[in-house]
């Protein structure tokens, strides 16, 4: 409610904010994220969703519900399910929230026919990167499409969208995601699994990830991020009509800060302040991390002092524009752009601090394997 309250006195300042978002912990169905790491105020269920939804309409503010699982099990496919997914579905529907979104196709039909006047909104997760794509979700009636955050720097996709779309496009902005991850399938499909039950712990794709970032930082300038001040291109460019900032598992005063830099278009300071997460506190995120770690200190768990100036990415974002995007069949190996970049963008600060944390990730990153395979 105080994160409503501040949201309410920056669209009067700004007029910027349209709707927030958000689920339970764990339920039936699920979302995107593992339920440990969601960040929780209180022991909430509808009766306090509503509530939420209530006050949010007061101010002005839409109201997203996120039902956007990847995989339903084996609830999805029996009667008894069945009724069980529809009870979830009116349960949402009772709280008055304006919009819910999904990634299955079954999900977001059962939602169209038994409840037509909630608005669909497709997630990242349904991996919408093709204009063929694109086209069938308009078909079955999708209200907003989010695309993947790596066509962010896919222009050609944009463009191609651009030219004939009828469908709200909305694009997320501060994913720290590996540009095409190889892993990020995977990932949406183990954190749907784990939002359906109360899951605390190690995420294994994260450390997948991090270790990449780690041992090459100029994975940090790859990932398809879209700054404060580079809105104003994809706006004129290719017509886009909303922007996403996710964050759901970082702090309210890191949200804060986040969306009144996209509120404004312009940020000083470290980029990664706004990319959540780049490198994960371990010691924030699980207290198992620590205890699987006798070898390291809780400091050496923090995120490292990694910094890249936001006012020093103007003319890389414009040569990016030059070059035409990322083509997604263009290797970074062959173009190497970021790869140079990130030599004067990039800045390790404390190198000690820097190989302590890969050292204590990779710790993680092997215990993970090892405790699955024991």
């Not at 939420?52 to 099990?73: Q, S």
């Not at 909104?121 to 078909?139: C, G, H, L, N, P």
């Not at 359906?196 to 930082?217: F, K, S, W």
């Not at 103007?314 to 997604?328: H, I, M, N, Q, S």
Request: aromatic share 10%; glycine share 6%.
């Amino acid at each position: 409610m105080e994160l409503l309250e501040k949201f309410g006195r920056f669209n009067k300042k700004y007029g910027s904010i349209d709707k927030i978002y958000g689920s339970l912990p764990s339920s039936i169905i699920g979302h995107g994220r593992i339920a440990g790491l969601v960040k929780k105020f209180g022991d909430f269920d509808m009766d306090h969703v509503r509530e939420f939804t209530e006050e949010a309409h007061r101010i002005g503010i839409r109201v997203n519900y996120l039902a956007n699982t990847l995989c339903l099990g084996e609830v999805g496919y029996t009667n008894d399910g069945r009724e069980k997914i529809l009870s979830y579905l009116g349960e949402v529907y009772e709280t008055g929230a304006d919009i819910i979104t999904v990634a299955s196709p079954y999900i977001h039909r059962l939602v169209k026919t038994e409840y037509p006047s909630l608005k669909t909104e497709i997630s990242v997760y349904a991996e919408i990167d093709t204009a063929q794509k694109f086209k069938r979700w308009e078909e079955l009636g999708a209200d907003i499409i989010n695309l993947p955050s790596r066509a962010n720097r896919d222009f050609e996709l944009l463009e191609s969208i651009a030219k004939s779309r009828k469908t709200e496009v909305e694009l997320l902005v501060n994913e720290s995601c590996l540009f095409h991850c190889p892993y990020s399938l995977y990932h949406h499909t183990v954190s749907s699994h784990r939002s359906r039950i109360p899951d605390d712990g190690v995420d294994y794709c994260m450390l997948e990830c991090v270790q990449d970032r780690l041992e090459d930082p100029s994975e940090l300038l790859k990932a398809a991020w879209i700054r404060p001040e580079d809105i104003a291109y994809y706006e004129k460019t290719y017509g886009i009509d909303r922007y996403k900032i996710q964050g759901r598992q970082m702090p309210v005063q890191w949200i804060e800060k986040t969306v009144e830099a996209y509120s404004t278009r312009k940020y000083s300071g470290n980029l990664l302040d706004l990319i959540s997460p780049t490198y994960p506190d371990w010691s924030a995120r699980s207290a198992a991390n620590q205890q699987t770690l006798p070898g390291f200190q809780p400091q050496d768990l923090k995120r490292p002092d990694v910094y890249i100036d936001n006012s020093q990415l103007d003319r890389f974002f414009t040569t990016l524009v030059k070059k035409g995007g990322c083509a997604p069949t263009k290797p970074c190996d062959t173009c190497r752009y970021c790869n140079q970049a990130s030599k004067n963008l990039v800045q390790i600060r404390n190198q000690e601090q820097f190989k302590t944390y890969a050292a204590a990730t990779k710790a993680l990153f092997e215990h993970a394997i090892t405790a699955s395979t024991a």
